[in-house]
């Protein structure tokens, strides 16, 4: 692109300055430089700090677009954050735990995270607000049920390409695995999903929400060394949460019916 940029018309100026942020594909600067460049005269701003305001604004926004992207491949079931849970109603859950976890140095360190407790304590709340933290550090995330994983990992078996698979769930930085411990696995599917533990074994973190004790997760895998090398795999060097027996959404349909 060529322009004469001597007496160009403030038009001229918009028109170049339009197809220049397209070529270096620049779409916060294109969209909303006209009032950047308002605001700019009427704060008399100098030429520095409105190119940096120009900027900053097109970093901000590319690291936006990028957590939006993280957060959209860990395939989260529904959106969930930290700031929308309620820790007055399950006290069993400390919010200064909870928040060193957002900053997410146990990802960085590779360590499991285990939430335990009944169903509508919190579990998988807290699982996929801390997997969207993580997707907003800069970490990629999958989220998975367990059942589906195992049944995903069989059929790759069935299809000789279980290694790819194994692979594939062992380059995320968290892999999120919900509802482990609700229905039995199969020991196929079981010892697939060890492999995979075992990929990732102090190299990448794991984070489950379980409804079951550590005690009672022989009915999901049945074999009994087995139970216990998996138990030893999310446990190792990790945290391990217990958000209690009294359940939440009972609670508050309780609440309401009673209201």
């Known amino acids: 692109m060529t322009t004469k940029r001597r007496g160009m018309t403030e038009e001229a100026a918009d028109a170049a300055i339009d197809q220049a942020c ?7 600067i294109r969209n909303s430089f006209t009032d950047y460049a308002d605001r700019a005269g009427r704060e008399q701003m100098s030429y520095r700090g409105f190119l940096a305001e120009l900027l900053l604004a097109e970093c901000d926004d590319r690291a936006r677009r990028r957590s939006e992207r993280r957060i959209k491949a860990a395939k989260f079931p529904r959106e969930k954050s930290l700031r929308a849970f309620d820790f007055d109603a399950n006290p069993n859950i400390d919010p200064a735990v909870i928040h060193t976890l957002a900053k997410c140095e146990w990802v960085q360190k590779g360590q499991p995270l285990c939430l335990i407790g009944d169903s509508g304590t919190g579990k998988s709340h807290l699982l996929i607000a801390l997997g ?6 800069g970490y990629r995330v999958k ?66 929400a379980s409804n079951e004790s550590f005690g009672g997760w022989t009915k999901t895998f049945t074999d ?25 959404r009972l609670a508050q349909a309780t609440k309401q019916r009673t209201t």
Do not use: H, W
Request: glycine share 6%; proline share 3%.
């Open 132 to 137: 969207t933290e993580a997707a907003m550090t």
């Open 224 to 248: 009994p060394r087995l139970c216990a090398a998996i138990v030893d795999r999310l446990t190792f060097g990790g945290t391990i949460l217990e958000t209690g027996t009294d359940s939440y």
């Open 143 to 208: 989220y998975t049920l367990a059942t589906q994983l195992a049944n995903e990992l069989v059929e790759a078996a069935d299809e000789m390409t279980p290694a790819k698979t194994i692979a594939r769930y062992g380059r995320v930085d968290l892999l999120c695995i919900d509802e482990l411990g609700y229905m039995q696995l199969d020991r196929r599917g079981a010892e697939l999903l060890f492999q995979v533990l075992t990929e990732r074994e102090e190299k990448a973190s794991v984070a489950i």
């Open 22 to 28: 397209r070529m270096l594909r620049m779409p916060t």
